[in-house]
């Protein structure tokens, strides 16, 4: 199958570019042997199976041969050689086009951290953290990542980026060592006896330690988190249940939730007044795309983490930041904007056909991952405000107004059918979107015949 859809091939490229001929040769070795029937069958029968590290062939040339037990990773090793390559190559573009959009460099990105693309990678995130700092880190004869260095100015090229890193519960869990690691290079960047203006690091933790009249050191944080044993930010369920009445309410949300700090002999420690302190200096807020299968509207993940931050940093600062996500998943991956990845997941699965008649075809379920999809994309709306009219106009005529594509929803699952209407009704009643006149009362006169086929 690889063969025929030249995907074996071109994965060969993309190590030949990053690894030596005998380690290509022993990754084409490892993809011809078949053993997932013979450990299955061993498995069945109570018999060891011979572990091995998962992850992509590309990044880990060791996950080949299949068939074997796979473990996530070895976090004494993250983030690789490999992750953190990528890493600075994305922290470059990641500069850059915030460079292009706003006309000068950011002086803080607001970065979330998730476990799950911090194992896919092998620490590309962290990696990244330390890229846009301006360190690097430091391994020894072992592999064994246990430090950092500063990379000097000259050397680095441009300023220090200062970032505030919101960490999932999952990634404090999974990756608790890396906390303190994250913490020793914000605390070595913000000593650095350099210009302010080259180390917006040391500019933001002066100014906070002398606005918060607090030590140098404790202004010098910047990874946040839940509380100990808390996952989540709520964001998503605010905007899945309706219960907000302003946007505000979703940014006090995200605060409330995430205003641990992390680091050196601390574990969870409330400290919303420098989490808002430290908000307010974002510029910008980013996030990896780390699945080709779970997109901005597949999954409300995203929403409540890239799309609470932004909220929160714009209810402090008064002003939206730009707000960006790496688009890595592909040989040929990008930083698009948010509202760019909205619209371009929109064309490719909401509003295309072969997607929505294919969720239709599952009946029920496919018909609520058709209305999921449409309460993610307006959750963008409710964060960020990147969802354009036109994705409502196509939501709608698709969906709404095509009288058989509705008798079709509401006969797989009236629920969802009432619910997608019901978000096309609110978008509008939150000013996110203004149809014309006929069609706003078409959609209140199908949603109430809806919502009484629902309640049966």
Same mark, same amino acid.
């Given at each position: 199958?690889?063969?025929?859809?030249?995907?074996?091939?071109?994965?060969?490229?993309?190590?030949?570019?990053?690894?030596?001929?005998?380690?290509?040769?022993?990754?084409?070795? =490892?993809?011809?042997?078949?053993?997932?029937?013979?450990?299955?069958?061993?498995?069945?029968?109570?018999?060891?199976?011979?572990?091995?590290?998962? =992850?992509?062939?590309?990044?880990? +040339?060791?996950?080949?041969?299949?068939?074997?037990?796979?473990?996530?990773?070895?976090?004494?090793?993250?983030?690789?050689?490999?992750?953190?390559?990528?890493?600075?190559?994305?922290?470059?573009?990641?500069?850059?086009?915030?460079?292009?959009?706003?006309?000068?460099?950011?002086?803080?990105?607001?970065? *979330?951290?998730?476990?799950?693309?911090?194992?896919?990678?092998?620490?590309?995130?962290?990696?990244?953290?330390?890229?846009?700092?301006?360190?690097?880190?430091?391994?020894?004869?072992? =592999?064994?990542?246990?430090?950092?260095?500063?990379?000097?100015?000259?050397?680095?090229?441009?300023?220090?980026?200062?970032?505030?890193?919101?960490?999932?519960?999952?990634? #404090?869990?999974?990756?608790?060592?890396?906390?303190?690691?994250?913490?020793?290079?914000?605390?070595?960047?913000?000593?650095?006896?350099?210009?302010?203006?080259?180390?917006?690091?040391?500019?933001?933790?002066?100014?906070?330690?002398?606005?918060?009249?607090?030590?140098?050191?404790?202004?010098?944080?910047?990874?946040?988190?839940?509380?100990?044993? *808390?996952?989540?930010?709520?964001?998503?369920?605010?905007?899945?249940?309706?219960?907000?009445?302003?946007?505000?309410?979703?940014?006090?949300?995200?605060?409330?939730?995430?205003?641990?700090?992390?680091?050196?002999?601390?574990?969870?420690?409330?400290?919303?007044?420098?989490?808002? #302190?430290?908000?307010?200096?974002?510029?910008?807020?980013?996030?990896?795309?780390?699945?080709?299968?779970?997109?901005?509207?597949? *999954?409300?993940?995203?929403?409540?983490?890239?799309?609470?931050?932004?909220?929160?940093?714009?209810?402090?600062?008064?002003?939206?930041?730009?707000?960006?996500?790496?688009?890595?998943?592909? +040989?040929?991956?990008?930083?698009?904007?948010?509202?760019?990845?909205?619209?371009?997941?929109?064309?490719?699965?909401?509003?295309?056909? #072969?997607?929505?008649?294919?969720?239709?075809?599952?009946?029920?379920?496919?018909?609520?991952?058709?209305?999921?999809?449409?309460?993610?994309?307006?959750?963008?709306?409710?964060?960020?405000?990147?969802?354009?009219?036109?994705?409502?106009?196509?939501?709608?005529?698709?969906?709404?107004?095509?009288?058989?594509?509705?008798?079709?929803?509401?006969?797989?699952?009236?629920?969802?059918?009432?619910?997608?209407?019901?978000?096309?009704?609110?978008?509008?009643?939150?000013?996110?979107?203004?149809?014309?006149? +006929?069609?706003?009362?078409?959609?209140?006169?199908?949603?109430?015949?809806?919502?009484?086929?629902?309640? =049966?």
């Amino acid at each position: 199958m690889l063969d025929e859809t030249g995907g074996l091939d071109e994965a060969l490229d993309m190590a030949a570019q990053h690894h030596s001929p005998e380690v290509v040769q022993g990754i084409q070795r =490892g993809l011809a042997e078949s053993r997932e029937i013979e450990a299955i069958v061993r498995a069945l029968d109570g018999r060891y199976i011979v572990p091995s590290s998962g =992850g992509d062939l590309i990044r880990n +040339p060791k996950s080949v041969p299949t068939g074997r037990n796979l473990h996530g990773l070895n976090p004494a090793l993250v983030p690789s050689a490999y992750a953190f390559d990528q890493a600075r190559k994305t922290a470059e573009l990641l500069i850059a086009r915030a460079v292009e959009d706003t006309g000068r460099f950011p002086e803080s990105i607001g970065l *979330v951290l998730w476990g799950t693309d911090n194992l896919k990678t092998d620490g590309e995130a962290i990696g990244q953290v330390f890229a846009l700092l301006g360190v690097e880190p430091l391994v020894d004869d072992l =592999g064994r990542v246990h430090d950092v260095r500063l990379v000097p100015l000259e050397e680095l090229g441009r300023p220090r980026i200062d970032v505030v890193a919101t960490a999932s519960g999952i990634f #404090r869990d999974i990756f608790a060592n890396h906390l303190e690691l994250l913490d020793r290079a914000f605390r070595l960047v913000a000593e650095a006896d350099e210009p302010l203006d080259r180390n917006f690091v040391r500019k933001h933790t002066l100014a906070m330690a002398a606005e918060l009249e607090i030590g140098f050191e404790e202004a010098a944080h910047r990874v946040f988190s839940n509380a100990a044993g *808390v996952y989540g930010t709520n964001v998503n369920f605010a905007i899945e249940n309706r219960a907000w009445t302003t946007e505000d309410d979703l940014a006090r949300i995200f605060q409330s939730r995430k205003s641990f700090v992390y680091g050196r002999g601390i574990a969870g420690r409330e400290a919303e007044q420098l989490f808002e #302190r430290a908000l307010a200096t974002v510029d910008v807020t980013f996030q990896n795309v780390d699945s080709l299968e779970m997109g901005l509207t597949d *999954v409300d993940h995203y929403t409540e983490y890239l799309g609470g931050m932004t909220k929160a940093v714009e209810h402090i600062r008064g002003g939206q930041p730009a707000a960006y996500v790496g688009d890595f998943l592909m +040989p040929n991956g990008k930083v698009r904007s948010v509202a760019e990845m909205v619209a371009l997941e929109t064309r490719t699965k909401t509003l295309n056909p #072969r997607w929505f008649e294919g969720m239709l075809a599952h009946g029920y379920e496919g018909a609520r991952e058709i209305e999921s999809h449409v309460t993610n994309t307006f959750g963008w709306s409710a964060t960020c405000r990147a969802v354009p009219a036109w994705v409502y106009d196509g939501v709608a005529e698709t969906y709404a107004l095509d009288a058989e594509i509705l008798a079709r929803l509401r006969e797989a699952n009236p629920h969802a059918a009432a619910g997608l209407v019901g978000r096309l009704l609110e978008a509008n009643t939150r000013g996110y979107w203004a149809p014309a006149a +006929p069609v706003l009362e078409q959609l209140k006169a199908y949603y109430l015949d809806l919502e009484a086929a629902a309640e =049966g």
